[in-house]
């Protein structure tokens, strides 16, 4: 069974720090794209950031040039370093990660979500 647990969030004030991390686990995995999501109260699922196996990222959305995407292939784990934050970037944040297993091909798995909030 595979699984994502996430971790790092919390409160923070405006222009603060946090580091989110996203561990699958399960058995011969072969973990693809990962990526982190965010949902924020009354809006839509947004993605903003990715990275390969290779670790090759692409970013969209407002978190450019302040949040970085990062993995860990050695311990099936996805980053978030989050500098600068605003109010606005407070959210549910979600990893999402392709993942294919012996007896599966590649599926898409998220996590349970960590919620994030800048405030003072």
């Known amino acids: 069974q595979v699984q994502l647990v996430e971790s790092g969030g919390g409160l923070v004030q405006p222009g603060g720090s946090l580091r989110l991390s996203c561990a699958a686990s399960g058995t011969s995995l072969s973990i693809y794209i990962m990526g982190w999501y965010r949902q924020a109260p009354g809006k839509q699922l947004e993605l903003f950031a990715l990275?390969?196996?290779?670790?090759?990222?692409t970013y969209a959305g407002s978190g450019k040039g302040r949040f970085t995407i990062s993995r860990d292939n050695a311990k099936n784990t996805v980053y978030l370093q989050m500098n600068s934050l605003k109010p606005d970037d407070t959210a549910v944040y979600y990893c999402?990660?392709?993942?294919?297993?012996?007896?599966?091909?590649?599926?898409?798995?998220w996590g349970q979500g960590t919620q994030v909030t800048v405030s003072s």
């Open positions: 999402q990660a392709n993942i294919a297993t012996q007896s599966s091909g590649p599926n898409a798995y």
């Open positions: 990275v390969t196996w290779s670790g090759r990222t």
